[in-house]
């Protein structure tokens, strides 16, 4: 009678071994087995079962490319030909000449408001041809942005600033630096396009 008792205990522990002890998978856990499936799964008769993998979602903007306006993008582009020909005088006719701002207005990031200096300072920023722009900001609200590099100034890095005045499109100022901080300050609530020229 023992024995027997003692074979029936070593019988139930046995087919307690068989079931799985784990605790039931939380719903994420699941998700995740689902997501990503075993590529050697196989079928009840032996055979490779098809795995057919989860589809990896990206996400898409729902916002469309910000369309710049033809006067915006034809400042944008006599103003970056300029740089790249160092051509001062090209720059200088699109400063805006109106009220305060009667010359070059132009600084160093962090160091204030800046100060205004005279338009011939454009031919030392640009000496050399290297000035190239690298991004651009769609206008918005009579405002875009320029990021270019090669500047003659501290940072090497300058950010231009257009503005319409008695709506013409113009140069307001340039701010000095380096990419990082300018690359920063360029994001508000505009996305930053890399320039290819237009």
């Known amino acids: 009678m023992r024995r027997t008792a003692l074979l029936l205990v070593l019988g139930l522990l046995l087919a307690a071994c068989g079931s799985s002890s784990a605790p039931a998978p939380t719903p994420a856990a699941t998700h ?13 008769a032996g055979t490779p079962a098809s795995v057919h993998p989860t589809a990896t979602y990206r996400p898409v903007s729902s916002k469309p490319r910000p369309a710049a306006s033809s006067s915006y993008i034809s400042l944008l ?14 720059v200088s006719n699109e ?29 030392t920023w640009l000496q050399g041809g290297a000035v190239r722009c690298e991004y651009y900001t769609p206008d918005t609200s009579g405002h875009g942005t320029a990021l270019a590099s090669g500047f003659k100034q ?32 360029m994001q508000t609530s505009q996305p930053v396009l890399v320039y290819h020229g237009h």
Do not use: M
């Open 95 to 123: 400063l805006p000449y109106y009220q305060y701002n009667s010359g070059l207005r132009y600084g160093i990031l962090g160091d204030g408001e800046g100060q205004t200096g005279d338009p011939s300072l454009l031919g």
């Open 154 to 185: 501290p940072g090497g890095w300058g950010l231009i600033e257009f503005d319409t005045f008695n709506g013409v499109w113009k140069i307001n100022d340039f701010t000095f630096g380096d990419r990082a901080s300018l690359y920063r300050a």
């Open 32 to 44: 995740v087995a689902q997501a990503q499936p075993s590529p050697t799964a196989t079928s009840a």
């Open 77 to 90: 582009s006599t103003t970056c030909h300029a740089f790249a020909a160092a051509d001062a005088n090209t």
